[in-house]
């Protein structure tokens, strides 16, 4: 089956740095997502992969290694306004999007 | 200001009877979607549509129908609700062309509650 794994929470400390994880098993692979989703709020698209490497967007980057099944969303000089979950989908062989089930990423000052 | 619209925001049910959300985009995007997204269980594909007059179902269609008669327009119907179906439900859009094109853009979402 199509496997979608991510943390389920993570905090961290405004000002700081996190990575949050995401491991696929898909049939097939022809890009991954990154989203944020507010609490109470809809998914907002944050960056797309499709080749090994890291992508930089501003203060978050995206990292992808198709060998190995995995992806990272980098998070820098953390905001408290980052608090939010944190959405990973595959593009499978079908071009059907298959979703993690997010990370909450909550914040501290 | 572009983008994709829900009706309503959100809607208390009582189980059995019959509910129409609705889902607008003007984006000329050519494949549309439907999920319900409960706690702990992430984003779930109910039906989906590729392309106007055509759709799909998805990861959990029962109890639900959809259609597709122009490009802008995607309701979903409930023909008989039950309380397992009270979640949120955010409608979805893509230009559907492969790989990046396939970002999909969110509605803010229909709260519905059955009892």
């Known amino acids: 089956g199509q496997n979608i794994d991510q943390p389920t929470e993570m905090t961290a400390t405004e000002g700081a740095i996190v990575q949050i994880n995401c491991t696929y098993q898909?049939?097939?692979?022809?890009?991954l997502f990154w989203y944020q989703q507010h609490a109470g709020e809809a998914p907002t698209f944050l960056s797309y992969n499709v080749l090994d490497g890291l992508e930089e967007k501003g203060r978050f980057s995206s990292f992808l290694s198709r060998s190995k099944g995995y992806s990272y969303l980098l998070l820098k000089e953390l905001q408290m306004k980052d608090s939010a979950s944190y959405l990973c989908a595959v593009l499978d062989s079908n071009y059907q999007l298959i979703w993690g089930a997010g990370t909450k990423l909550i914040i501290k000052p | 200001i572009a983008g994709i619209t829900q009706a309503p925001t959100s809607q208390i049910l009582a189980a059995g009877r019959r509910m129409t959300l609705r889902c607008t985009q003007d984006?000329?995007?050519?494949?549309m979607y439907w999920y319900r997204q409960d706690l702990g269980l992430g984003l779930r594909l109910i039906h989906y549509?590729?392309?106007?007059?055509?759709?799909g179902k998805g990861e959990v269609p029962d109890g639900y129908s959809v259609s597709r008669a122009n490009t802008d327009d995607f309701p979903l119907t409930l023909a008989s609700a039950v309380p397992s179906q009270t979640s949120v439900y955010f409608c979805?859009?893509?230009?559907?062309?492969?790989?990046?094109?396939?970002?999909?853009?969110f509605g803010p979402g229909t709260r519905l509650t059955v009892l």
């Open positions: 898909t049939s097939g692979f022809n890009g």
């Open positions: 984006m000329r995007h050519n494949a």
């Open positions: 979805a859009s893509s230009d559907g062309s492969g790989g990046s094109t396939d970002t999909q853009y």
């Open positions: 549509s590729n392309t106007a007059g055509t759709t």
